[in-house]
């Protein structure tokens, strides 16, 4: 057990929240909090718990760098139904969390005049190169 707080605004920017939606879910009773004079704090077992998911928190400064990929993909010569098969599985694949805890980001854009579809991707490095990995397997099957 951990005896580590976080404040509102620091649970609205570990889960990519506003700041009012947490303090709803915290009036609400969805998401336990003590109410310490004017401010709520979260405890870390209760936010994991809130979450269904381990909370990793950011390296203070001068510890562990963050780095994120930004990636666009075109894909020529390939039908609506090849298409609509690779966009699903790489919305499936990116919406699982990696090991970093972060999900990735993916769009997907389809051009039937140039039967060309373009993937935008954007994460961490190393889950953004095992799903390119993961969509050139499926090209090349």
């Known amino acids: 057990m951990t005896d580590?707080?976080?404040s509102v605004e620091q649970?609205?920017?570990l889960l990519g929240l506003h700041v009012r939606t947490v303090r709803s879910y915290v009036r609400d009773g969805k998401l336990p909090a003590a109410r310490i004079?004017?401010?709520y704090r979260i405890a870390h077992d209760d936010l994991e718990a809130f979450t269904g998911l381990p909370i990793t928190t950011?390296?203070?400064p001068g510890g562990t760098r963050h780095a994120e990929a930004s990636c666009i993909v075109e894909i020529d010569d390939i039908d609506r139904t090849m298409a609509d098969r690779i966009t699903t599985l790489l919305t499936a694949t990116a919406t699982t969390r990696g090991p970093g805890?972060?999900?990735?980001?993916?769009e997907t854009s389809y051009d039937p005049a140039?039967?060309?579809l373009k993937v935008i991707v954007l994460g961490g490095l190393a889950d953004t190169a095992r799903l390119l990995?993961?969509?050139?397997?499926v090209l090349t099957s």
Not at 101 to 106: C, E, F, S, W
Not at 133 to 137: A, I, L, P, Q
């Open 133 to 137: 990995d993961y969509m050139d397997g």
């Open 101 to 106: 805890g972060q999900a990735l980001r993916v």
């Open 114 to 116: 140039r039967a060309r």
């Open 37 to 39: 004079g004017k401010q």
């Open 58 to 60: 950011p390296a203070a």
């Open 11 to 13: 649970v609205a920017e």
């Open 4 to 6: 580590r707080f976080y």
